[in-house]
């Protein structure tokens, strides 16, 4: 595997502009899976989840915040 293509969780969330946390719940509900997970269990983005996460229109992150909250709206 050629990792110099290859972001840290941290290098991706300060680039992109969300936390990490919210990347590794983005992970959690499988809409975006690292390329790479180190021995350590540090996670790794390459070109393609770079790509993906950045192709999500805003719309699509409110609405799945939306969902996430959707048990609290309803009680």
Do not use: C
């Amino acid at each position: 595997m050629d990792i110099t293509e290859q972001w840290s969780i941290a290098e991706v969330s300060k680039s992109v502009g969300v936390t990490s946390r919210t990347l590794r719940y983005y992970e959690s509900i499988a809409l975006l899976q690292p390329s790479h997970i180190g021995a350590n269990g540090l996670r790794f983005y390459g070109v393609a989840e770079l790509a993906r996460l950045e192709s999500y229109p805003f719309a699509s992150w409110a609405y799945l915040w939306m969902l996430s909250r959707r048990p609290l709206m309803m009680s």
